[in-house]
């Protein structure tokens, strides 16, 4: 199949994966991202062989992945994980970090640090953007679990961010610090612009484009995301720290210009991103999922099994150690679950660690296959374990079932 007609089914399974994904739900809640994967794997060239990879889908599934990014840094709120529950949070990465490269280091079998590093920045990884929907459909968001669930992840999906910009550069890690400053200080600028009251005018433009063709506050959004992953390529920086800033960025200018507006105007992004772009993202992962590497038996296939443990084992101790004390036995599980859920960043640090010629493909797609069963598994035990503690098991399954399109 040419590349438009694999454009097409692409976007096929897109429409498809939702449709199983409601139907399992009434046996097994099981998130929308594993069908697009499972999907994609079977289209791909190690089953049917219907769909490759081009120019063109690989530019849309890096977008796609930009705005799964973007969406995850637009739900920070700075201000609900500050003070004692964010230095948790921090130092719990930092451990992480250090277990996860001590660790990747070894598994890489005499690579070196060069190639362990790949395989230990991935494990320090939380997927937020597939556990806050979860968090939110369960009416958990708000609580005190919710919120400190909310600061542990946000910090694991913002860690890896910056340590790919730092260690995944190909640079050294001094010059790629120089070009993070460089970084920091000009969205430091774009923050201090969007603090800023902005004139009548503009929120007078927003309410009044919202609902007709010149969409004023979309293609502000989508230039804030284009101007900021431009920022990045130009100073060498992975692409994602510019798709997170911007999320940040965002939320501002929206809180600050357009507050009645700004829930109507994410709805749109979203509706952008996980109605088009981020299915294909997924999808195409399941594409150049490398599915004959992994089922070719051997050190391979042992090793996805040892990453779904070394997951619980580098991300989840750290939180369970650092977790705030007034969270009981069954509230730490539940941390140490949600917070070892991985993925999309799993997907594109082993992406990146092939393209580099530091991970073999055989290893990545076991990090990627250990990525989509914490997706499946972890969650959902999670809920169970919060449910059963709290008896709302009812409640609970049905709101994971209703499911949310980041799914």
Known sequence: ?????????????????????????????????????????????????????????????????????????????????????????????????????????????????????????????????????????????QSRFGKVTMAMGSVGEFGPIIAMALLLGGRAPARSAVLLVVFAVLTAAAVLWALRPKPPWFSTVIARTLDSSGQFAVRLVVFLIVAMLGLAQ????????????????????????????????????????????????????????????????????????????????????PLWLLAPRDLGRTDRCALVLYGSTALPLVVAITTLGVEDGKMQPGEAAALVGAGMLSVLIFPLTALRLRSGAEGRTGTRTKAWAGGDESW
């Not at 320090?124 to 968090?135: R, W, Y």
């Not at 507050?259 to 749109?268: D, Q, R, T």
């Open 234 to 317: 130009v100073l060498g920086l992975d692409i994602l720290l510019g798709a997170f800033a911007a999320g940040l960025v965002t939320r501002l200018v929206l809180t600050g210009a357009a507050p009645g507006s700004s829930a109507i105007v994410l709805s749109k992004v979203e509706a952008m991103g996980f109605g088009f772009l981020v299915p294909i993202f997924f999808v195409v992962t399941g594409i150049e999922f490398d599915l004959d590497a992994l089922l070719s038996g051997g050190r391979v296939l042992l090793l996805l099994p040892v990453f779904l443990l070394l997951f619980l084992l580098v991300r989840g101790l």
């Open 1 to 141: 199949m040419d590349h438009s007609g694999s454009l097409v089914l692409i976007m096929g399974i897109a429409v498809l994966a939702p449709l199983l994904a409601h139907g399992v739900a009434r046996w097994l809640p099981v998130p929308l991202v594993i069908f697009e994967i499972l999907l994609g794997i079977l289209a791909g060239p190690d089953v049917l062989g219907w769909a490759r990879t081009g120019e063109v889908i690989d530019v849309l599934s890096q977008l796609g992945l930009a705005m799964l990014i973007f969406l995850a840094g637009y739900e920070l709120e700075f201000d609900r994980i500050k003070g004692d529950t964010l230095n948790r949070s921090l130092w719990a990465w930092l451990i992480s970090l250090a277990l996860g490269l001590v660790i990747g280091t070894l598994l890489a079998l005499g690579g070196g640090f060069d190639r362990g590093v790949y395989l230990g920045t991935a494990l320090t990884s939380t997927a937020l953007g597939t556990i806050l929907p979860v968090l939110r459909d369960c009416g958990d968001l």
